[in-house]
């Protein structure tokens, strides 16, 4: 199937629309990870970069200062930017969830160790200002480092959330925002702020980064109770980690004395045997859990189309509205 | 003794002469620490910060903003965004060594765990670029970016150095530049650099913060061999992490053929013996290392007082010049 046809997916078409840009990017990244001093960096990073993630977020960023119709040269320094972030949350996150796997390979924190992890985590996050640094443009600087702000303060709720079923959808939601809309959301800005377009229009941009970066991490969270290989999800690794999610927190809000206490002993005390999580999707299935997460993934997305409905007419708005359409393809 | 008494150490007569700035940059910190939805980091952070650190890096940089005449609020932010990197720093090095103690306390990494000092960690790092962004000073934040690069990078070069006995005196400086000095030479460069002082002023700056960091972790260094319960230093924590200090490096490299035997058993392979750390230094005794790593720390002591030698004359100055000396002192 070509790229340019309408049944491909929207995220490769936009990767084929922005490939001249796209490549100025992985240029960036390559010449970026490089360390005079260090080659254990570069190695871990390009173990991480080169897996064939998505590079979701940086393309959020073209394709945003693109839509504005911004010339300048800097989209390229931001996406690198955000690409950077990103990575860099990945090292810290698979140190602090004990992971073993990411995008299919062994995590850095196994080949290496979470030594190696977190330190070149913390080289890519100074990479990162240096990049946005050289942008020159103070709003931008203030933008993604309130982002990365926003996303250590998520991840840190989650921590806290974790194991403990008093966690309510408010602070799922606020979990939510940091651990993954923020940097999705700071993306789509940026890429309006560089091009200097009207306050109403870089909100605009703001709030579609918002409700797709959401209405992503709840399909996330939804398909580690609702997936299937084929989803390449590992199905139960959020169970495990007692992590309280959306599909928990809404199957714990309609329990029974009973399922109450299967919770606690699951999630709080972590005691946890063969047949949990099949119990636990069961109950989940029984009070319409799934369901009205599924629900809400849809409503995130269609408020994500909405925003940019308001944008310019377009291919690239086209393309975006798309995607708001993709990222929930797998639970449609 | 009063604080005006010139036998008073150095470091408490500059904090008394920089009190109202350092009362400015401490309601900053505690200000900037809070978080609206994730309690666990100001617990984290405070217990770290209010463990009565001396505050050396901030006070460099008030010291330099008002020797260099400086009279905006800047200075403040700049002072807080130091002391951010560095508690970010201290977080991440005791996931990093492991460590169970810091500054006579337990680690945050045994009170809470490895995970809340990652991400409070990377917390504090967001938290000080958006406080060095405030200053809307572009050339502060591409020398406090590239700053944080460098020592992320001086850390992960220490991390591929330990145990391996091949590491040479050259590798060692970068590590101290890394890990130590660029966090000191950014905190005085920035002092002069938000004064708007003339290039040879700022660069003079520069050369005694890295001179007086380079002297700060040399010296450190090498207490883990000479040091007694006085120095409040433990004794032997680099050997038992098999770290490739200067005293280790320069006695491995008048070793003899048993005695080589000897470091590759304790440093490479980690075999370690009771009597092992006494024997150790004994050996760096015979071939003079540690009188050698001291006399190091005094030369870099004297290029410090040198450079500051050269700036404009006055109490600050003397100050700055006696701490040079302070940092040597425990060696004396």
Redesign the interface.
Known sequence: MSLDDPRAKPHDRLAALLDTEMTAVNAVIRERMA???????PEVTAHLVEAGGKRLRPMLTLAAARLCGYEGPYHVHLAATVEFIHTATLL?DD??DESGQRRGRPTANLLWD???S??????L???S??LM?ET?N?RV??IL??A??T???????Q??AAQNLSTTED?YR?VVR?KTAALFSAATEVGGVIADRPEDEVRTLFDYGDALGIAFQIVDDLLDYWGSDATGKNVGDDFRERKLTLPVIKAVAHADETERAFWVRVIEKGEQRDDDLPHAIALMDKHGALEATRAEALSWSARAKEAMGRLPEGEIRDLLIDLADYVVARVH
């Open positions: 360390s005079r001093h260090a080659p254990r960096i810290h140190v602090v979470n030594k190696s977190v330190l070149v985590g913390d080289y996050f100074a990479r200002f240096q640094t020159g103070l600087l203030r480092s309130d990365a702000a996303i250590a303060e998520g991840e840190v709720l921590l806290t602070i606020q940091g």
